[in-house]
Protein backbone atom coordinates (compact mmCIF):
# COMPACT_ATOMS: atom_id res chain seq x y z
CA UNK A 1 0.00 0.00 0.00
CA UNK A 2 1.35 3.33 -1.43
CA UNK A 3 1.62 6.18 1.60
CA UNK A 4 0.68 9.90 -0.13
CA UNK A 5 1.69 12.77 2.30
CA UNK A 6 0.36 15.94 1.37
CA UNK A 7 2.45 19.59 2.15
CA UNK A 8 2.40 23.92 1.47
CA UNK A 9 -1.29 24.39 2.16
CA UNK A 10 -1.80 27.68 4.07
CA UNK A 11 -3.67 30.76 3.85
CA UNK A 12 -2.57 33.62 1.65
CA UNK A 13 -4.43 36.30 -0.26
CA UNK A 14 -5.90 36.51 -3.82
CA UNK A 15 -3.37 37.06 -6.57
CA UNK A 16 -0.58 34.98 -4.60
CA UNK A 17 1.25 32.24 -5.34
CA UNK A 18 1.28 28.70 -3.73
CA UNK A 19 3.43 25.06 -3.99
CA UNK A 20 1.59 22.06 -2.95
CA UNK A 21 4.18 19.04 -2.86
CA UNK A 22 3.03 15.32 -2.35
CA UNK A 23 5.42 12.28 -1.50
CA UNK A 24 4.56 9.00 -2.24
CA UNK A 25 6.29 6.20 -0.15
CA UNK A 26 6.15 3.74 -3.30
CA UNK A 27 5.74 2.95 -7.05
CA UNK A 28 3.51 5.05 -8.23
CA UNK A 29 2.39 5.90 -12.24
CA UNK A 30 -0.11 8.70 -12.62
CA UNK A 31 -0.29 11.20 -10.03
CA UNK A 32 -2.22 14.09 -9.45
CA UNK A 33 -4.44 16.57 -7.15
CA UNK A 34 -8.00 16.67 -6.81
CA UNK A 35 -10.19 19.72 -4.53
CA UNK A 36 -12.90 19.70 -2.92
CA UNK A 37 -14.93 22.77 -1.18
CA UNK A 38 -17.41 22.73 1.38
CA UNK A 39 -20.79 21.69 0.10
CA UNK A 40 -19.34 20.87 -3.19
CA UNK A 41 -18.58 17.98 -5.17
CA UNK A 42 -14.51 16.78 -5.31
CA UNK A 43 -13.63 18.37 -8.52
CA UNK A 44 -10.34 17.70 -10.74
CA UNK A 45 -7.45 20.14 -10.70
CA UNK A 46 -4.59 18.42 -12.30
CA UNK A 47 -2.52 15.15 -13.31
CA UNK A 48 0.37 13.91 -14.83
CA UNK A 49 1.64 10.73 -16.10
CA UNK A 50 4.35 8.39 -14.70
CA UNK A 51 7.63 9.92 -17.40
CA UNK A 52 6.04 13.58 -16.37
CA UNK A 53 5.36 14.82 -20.24
CA UNK A 54 1.36 14.56 -20.59
CA UNK A 55 -0.47 16.77 -18.00
CA UNK A 56 -3.94 17.86 -17.68
CA UNK A 57 -5.44 20.45 -16.09
CA UNK A 58 -9.20 21.63 -14.76
CA UNK A 59 -10.74 24.53 -16.98
CA UNK A 60 -11.08 26.34 -13.45
CA UNK A 61 -7.32 26.63 -12.94
CA UNK A 62 -5.94 26.14 -17.18
CA UNK A 63 -2.92 28.63 -17.39
CA UNK A 64 -2.70 29.45 -13.53
CA UNK A 65 -1.54 26.09 -12.05
CA UNK A 66 1.52 23.94 -12.70
CA UNK A 67 2.08 20.42 -12.28
CA UNK A 68 5.48 18.75 -12.24
CA UNK A 69 7.21 15.64 -10.88
CA UNK A 70 10.36 15.16 -9.01
CA UNK A 71 11.68 12.12 -9.54
CA UNK A 72 14.42 11.94 -7.64
CA UNK A 73 12.28 12.36 -4.62
CA UNK A 74 9.44 10.47 -5.79
CA UNK A 75 6.91 13.55 -5.48
CA UNK A 76 4.09 15.88 -7.22
CA UNK A 77 4.15 19.32 -7.00
CA UNK A 78 1.43 21.64 -7.95
CA UNK A 79 3.08 25.19 -8.49
CA UNK A 80 -0.20 27.30 -7.80
CA UNK A 81 -0.67 31.09 -9.12
CA UNK A 82 -3.00 33.95 -9.52
CA UNK A 83 -5.06 32.11 -6.92
CA UNK A 84 -8.47 33.38 -6.16
CA UNK A 85 -11.08 33.28 -3.50
CA UNK A 86 -12.79 29.90 -5.37
CA UNK A 87 -9.48 27.89 -5.24
CA UNK A 88 -10.49 27.61 -1.41
CA UNK A 89 -10.48 23.87 -0.99
CA UNK A 90 -9.03 20.71 0.48
CA UNK A 91 -6.86 19.36 -1.96
CA UNK A 92 -5.75 15.77 -2.24
CA UNK A 93 -3.18 14.12 -3.66
CA UNK A 94 -4.06 11.12 -5.86
CA UNK A 95 -1.31 8.16 -7.32
CA UNK A 96 -2.42 5.03 -9.77
CA UNK A 97 -1.02 1.84 -8.97
CA UNK A 98 -0.91 0.80 -12.60
CA UNK A 99 0.11 2.37 -16.11
CA UNK A 100 -3.06 3.57 -17.88
CA UNK A 101 -3.74 7.05 -19.13
CA UNK A 102 -4.12 9.93 -17.58
CA UNK A 103 -7.75 9.96 -15.50
CA UNK A 104 -9.81 12.75 -14.72
CA UNK A 105 -12.20 11.25 -12.39
CA UNK A 106 -11.62 9.92 -9.13
CA UNK A 107 -12.29 6.16 -9.84
CA UNK A 108 -8.80 6.53 -11.93
CA UNK A 109 -6.84 6.51 -8.96
CA UNK A 110 -6.15 3.77 -6.36
CA UNK A 111 -4.36 5.95 -3.59
CA UNK A 112 -5.25 9.25 -2.08
CA UNK A 113 -3.59 11.77 0.68
CA UNK A 114 -5.67 13.00 3.90
CA UNK A 115 -5.77 16.19 1.64
CA UNK A 116 -3.78 19.86 2.40
CA UNK A 117 -6.10 22.74 3.14
CA UNK A 118 -5.73 25.78 0.89
CA UNK A 119 -7.21 29.06 1.49
CA UNK A 120 -7.43 32.26 -0.07
CA UNK A 121 -8.62 35.20 0.91
CA UNK A 122 -10.11 38.72 -0.74
Known amino acids: QVQLVESGGGLVQAGDSLRLSCAAS?????MGWFRQAPGKEREFVSA????????YYGDSVKDRFLIFRDFGKNTVKLEMSSLKPEDTALYYC??????????????????WGQGTQVTVSS
Open 94 to 111: VAASRRTEVSMTTNGYDY
Open 26 to 30: GRTYT
Open 48 to 55: INWSGDVA
